[in-house]
Each structure stands twice: as structure tokens, then as C-alpha cells.
């Protein structure tokens, strides 16, 4: 199976991507709060917010003998626009709503 590095940033792919978006936005509501590498490295790989190598490099530290104090973060976005995307959808979606059930009178 080849995989094709690079074909994420390429197309743009981020711009679509709902679990990034959707961890993009949770690490906005963190704010300088750090959370323990193993729950950086499991958001990391269920929405691609940290940096999480496919060898394991990222999950070991030779130096520490144990995992880094922290994953890098990607930003391929920021989280207030993350923020905004889903604030965006959700009144999308609630006005959509609106509009498709409108109170009808029955005779």
C-alpha cells in the first residue's frame, strides 16, 4: 500500500476535515492548559490536532526514557476558525430546521 505524503496540504484537504475542526476547536477551549502526552497522542490520531509520527518516534523520547512532556501541535487552522466553522453549521443547520418544519395549520 503506497501512502501519498503530502496529499493532505496539498489539496486542502484540512479545510473539509470535521474531526479536525472538531478537535481544533476543543484545543481553543483548553487555552493554556496542557493535557498528558497520552491524550495528545489519542487526539492526535482521531483528529490530527498533534503531530503523531507513524514510526513512533513522537511516542518515545530516548533522552527521557518516556514519552516527550509534549506533542507538537499542528496548525493548518486556526481554532477560532475552527470555532466559527462549527458555530457556523450548527446555526446553518438550526435555521434549515426552521424552515423545513414551519408550523402549518391544519383544517
Known sequence: MTVLLGIYEKYGFNYFDV???????????????????NMQAALGQLTGVYEVGDTGSNYYDPDLAA?????????????????GFWLALSLLIFVGGLLKFERKEIY
Not at 474531526?19 to 492548559?33: C, T, V
Open 67 to 83: 514519552m516527550p512532556p509534549s506533542l507538537k501541535l499542528k496548525t493548518y487552522t486556526y481554532p477560532i476558525i475552527s470555532l
Open 19 to 37: 474531526n479536525y475542526h472538531l478537535g481544533n476547536s476543543y484545543i481553543l477551549f483548553l487555552g493554556n492548559h496542557k493535557i498528558i502526552p
